[in-house]
């Protein structure tokens, strides 16, 4: 087990002259504060809702909560109930889970290249090999497999973010969903799709989440091997720890046993509130989130424009928080953080820390969530400059 840089370099934010494009934070001026206020108000008067807040609970989750999810996966195309819901801590709480459950040591995880680096950490305490997860077709499911067995083991899960990916923004198209899944057949292994920026499409047209194209092809929820990983973290509010997973009842049992072990419940507190908020706003909370961000990614690929070199790429996401930089032959995206912070005073991930094989270092992760559009465009001119000197050899 490895420290997240990205964990790391959070720490910059408490130097006020620092930029920072490092974190996939949300802007706490997003935050329904007086709605949370509210709800934990009213909860906390009410004697017997007070009692239940404060008690222990069942593993699964908050029962209200889970129904209010299960009615927010139909919208998405999923058709389920509350045993197909489990509330974790978190989306990273789930991906921990999933690891225990389908990793061994030895075995072989598919992710894209790059990929969540949260991903990485949680499924490395298991001890598996990585292989990459080509969405381009270019790879056979015999080439998976021997690949495994190279490695000593097999392959045990195949995981992705399909909208907006953390750290690319790219967001997986149609056709390549529908080719995972057939990968997925072939293996005789879970998909698990991790949706945390599912609700910050900005613009483009939305692709149904991959557990909905499995279960319109099987006739059912039950009959899917897809587990799909939801949080509130990027819409309501991050700190309260309540992400959940979504699947067949059958997984969502397994991984019950999980959470039994690891925490017994999430807090019940934080689960009837998060419900009354998600009740009470969350579409409009989506929808000003949506208009915020979607301001902040036009400003930072417009500054890309004017102010950096040639040699210098990006991805145009139609959603999330970032951008993926491609850096001019050379130049490797630790040694430009380092002269980044100490010369301009901004902040960003180089893109190694993203890679489970193949590391690339000519990468940066930008996030564009937490920073104005001035902001956005005086650090990005900073860094242009920065990198223009460095591919010039100063």
């Known amino acids: ?19 920072s494009y490092a974190g996939g934070i949300p802007d706490p001026a997003q935050f329904p504060t007086e709605a949370f206020g509210r709800a934990y108000a009213e909860i906390m008067a009410d004697p017997v ?3 239940q807040a404060l008690q222990y609970s069942v593993s699964e989750g908050y029962s209200p909560l889970r129904c209010w999810i299960a009615g927010q996966m139909a919208a998405l195309g999923v058709a389920c109930d509350e045993s197909n819901i489990l509330i974790t801590a978190g989306s990273q709480q789930a991906l921990d889970f999933i690891g225990k459950l389908f990793l061994s040591p030895g075995d072989t995880a598919l992710v ?7 991903a990485l950490q949680a499924f490395s305490a298991y001890e598996p090999s990585y292989d990459t997860l080509a969405l381009d077709g270019n790879r056979t ?5 021997e690949a495994a067995a190279a490695k000593g083991g097999r392959v045990g899960l195949a995981y992705l973010v399909p909208d907006f990916s953390n750290p690319s923004g790219e967001t997986v198209p149609l056709s390549a969903r529908e080719a995972v899944l057939d990968l997925a057949d072939a293996l005789n292994v879970p998909v698990i799709e991790d949706a945390a920026y599912q609700a910050l499409r900005y613009d483009g047209e939305a692709v149904p989440p991959i557990l909905a194209i499995e279960a319109a092809r099987r006739g059912g929820i039950e009959h899917c091997r897809t587990l799909y990983c ?3 973290s990027k819409t309501l509010a991050p700190a309260l720890r309540i992400g959940w997973v979504c699947g067949a009842s059958a997984a969502i049992a397994k991984l019950v ?12 507190i934080n689960q009837m509130v998060m419900h009354r908020v998600a009740e009470e706003c969350y579409a409009a909370q989506v929808a000003s989130n949506r208009a915020v961000y979607r301001v902040r990614r036009d400003a930072m690929l417009a500054a890309l424009e004017r102010h950096m ?5 990006w991805t145009r996401p139609e959603g999330g928080m970032f951008v993926w930089v491609g850096l001019p032959a050379g130049l490797n995206g630790a040694e430009v953080l380092a002269r980044a912070v100490a010369e301009c005073r901004v902040a960003f991930v180089p893109g190694g820390a993203f890679y489970g094989e193949g590391r690339r270092d000519d990468r940066l992760r930008l996030s564009f969530s937490l920073s104005s559009p001035r902001q956005i465009d005086e650090g990005i001119a900073r860094l242009g400059s920065l990198i223009a000197r460095m591919a010039g050899g100063g």
């Open 309 to 313: 070199p040639p040699g210098v790429s």
């Open 112 to 118: 894209t290249a790059p990929t969540y680096l949260g």
């Open 141 to 145: 499911p015999d080439s998976y497999r």
């Open 230 to 232: 939801g949080t509130f």
């Open 49 to 51: 809702k007070s009692a």
């Open 257 to 268: 046993l999980a959470k039994q072990a690891a925490d017994l419940h999430c807090a019940t």
């Open 1 to 19: 087990m490895n420290a997240s840089e990205i964990r790391e370099l959070l720490k910059l934010l408490d130097q006020p002259d620092i930029i």
